[in-house]
């Protein structure tokens, strides 16, 4: 998410927009320290701040210097951190309690993973738990913007499963469904775009799965190309008998759903990191 490009964008709506808070950040987070170290500063009494010293200090051996979590996916930091929360105890709405919230559903978060890749069945709370926390986030921020009878026009820039409208390909209700629904009940709609970014390395034929390429062009386009999925939708049957694993079918009828436009970008190549100084993750 630290990418020139991203960073770019950010800046550029920083600048078209007016309102106090445009920019609304709504995952969890993959870095504790810089949450640690403000909450140093807001710490009511020297015990609670020695609390919060004790699990910055861990904090900043486990942490990488590049992108990615490390502290976050300790077996131990949830724990610490939800009994730095009852020692903070600190006043709802308030700003450590702000801080406090998002480290520990982070922690939550961040725990389903590392404990279904020990064999634990929790693996799809880290989909589901997740989508709910982006939910809750959005919702908060959606809330103080909306005042005076505003109804807020808003651009989601995530990964395609989280702005898939429906039951996404992770097993959970996604944001994007949210999104949707949401915009219905404020009389409005949504739009969702799934972006096909055509690099080099990409292979057309093996890095698409069957149930989307059925509604794609056969082969790479060499231009640009804009997909209209919605008039595809009463007509699907003929694209659905395109995937040859009958078991994947389903998911066609759910792609072709779940958004509205395909744009598909050949001669693309990944974002750059030199802003900075990390290391693409990827």
Same mark, same amino acid.
């Given at each position: 998410?630290?990418?020139?490009?991203?960073?770019?964008?950010?800046? /550029?709506?920083?600048?078209?927009?007016?309102?106090?808070?445009?920019?609304?950040?709504?995952?969890?987070?993959?870095?504790?320290?810089?949450?640690?170290?403000?909450?140093?500063?807001?710490? #009511? $009494?020297? +015990?609670?701040?020695?609390?919060?010293?004790?699990?910055?200090?861990?904090?900043?051996?486990?942490?990488?210097?590049?992108?990615?979590?490390?502290?976050?996916?300790?077996?131990?930091?949830?724990?610490?951190?939800?009994?730095?929360?009852?020692?903070?105890?600190?006043?709802?709405?308030?700003?450590?309690?702000?801080?406090?919230?998002?480290?520990?559903?982070?922690?939550?978060?961040?725990?389903?993973? +590392?404990?279904?890749?020990?064999?634990?069945?929790?693996?799809?709370?880290?989909?589901?738990?997740?989508?709910?926390?982006?939910?809750?986030?959005?919702?908060?921020?959606?809330?103080?913007?909306?005042?005076?009878?505003?109804? #807020?026009?808003?651009?989601?820039?995530?990964?395609?499963?989280?702005?898939?409208?429906?039951?996404?390909?992770?097993?959970?209700?996604?944001?994007? $469904?949210?999104?949707?629904?949401?915009?219905?009940?404020?009389?409005?709609?949504?739009?969702?775009?799934?972006?096909?970014?055509?690099?080099?390395?990409?292979?057309?034929?093996?890095?698409?799965?069957?149930?989307?390429?059925?509604?794609?062009?056969?082969?790479?386009?060499?231009?640009?190309?804009?997909?209209?999925?919605?008039?595809?939708?009463?007509?699907?049957?003929?694209?659905?008998?395109?995937?040859?694993?009958?078991?994947?079918?389903?998911? $066609?009828?759910?792609?072709? $759903?779940?958004?509205?436009?395909?744009?598909?970008?050949?001669?693309?190549?990944?974002?750059? /990191?030199?802003?900075?100084?990390?290391?693409?993750?990827?």
């Amino acid at each position: 998410f630290g990418s020139d490009q991203d960073l770019e964008l950010l800046a /550029m709506i920083g600048k078209l927009e007016t309102g106090p808070q445009p920019l609304w950040g709504l995952e969890q987070t993959t870095n504790s320290t810089r949450y640690l170290e403000e909450l140093r500063t807001l710490a #009511p $009494n020297a +015990t609670v701040r020695a609390k919060v010293d004790a699990v910055l200090v861990r904090s900043r051996k486990l942490e990488p210097a590049q992108y990615g979590p490390g502290y976050m996916t300790d077996p131990a930091s949830l724990a610490e951190l939800e009994g730095l929360q009852r020692a903070f105890a600190a006043k709802p709405g308030s700003r450590p309690d702000f801080l406090l919230k998002g480290l520990v559903k982070s922690a939550e978060i961040y725990s389903y993973y +590392t404990r279904a890749e020990a064999g634990e069945p929790v693996g799809l709370y880290n989909n589901t738990v997740r989508e709910q926390w982006l939910k809750d986030t959005f919702m908060a921020d959606y809330r103080r913007a909306a005042t005076g009878g505003k109804t #807020p026009k808003v651009m989601f820039k995530f990964g395609d499963w989280h702005m898939f409208r429906g039951m996404g390909p992770s097993g959970a209700y996604t944001t994007g $469904n949210f999104a949707h629904e949401f915009a219905i009940s404020n009389g409005m709609q949504a739009v969702g775009i799934e972006l096909i970014a055509l690099r080099k390395d990409f292979d057309y034929a093996k890095d698409l799965p069957d149930y989307m390429r059925a509604v794609l062009p056969a082969t790479p386009p060499t231009e640009p190309v804009l997909i209209d999925l919605r008039p595809l939708r009463p007509v699907g049957k003929q694209f659905r008998e395109r995937v040859s694993d009958k078991a994947d079918q389903w998911l $066609n009828r759910a792609f072709v $759903n779940g958004y509205e436009f395909v744009l598909i970008l050949p001669d693309s190549r990944r974002a750059d /990191m030199k802003l900075t100084g990390l290391k693409t993750p990827f």
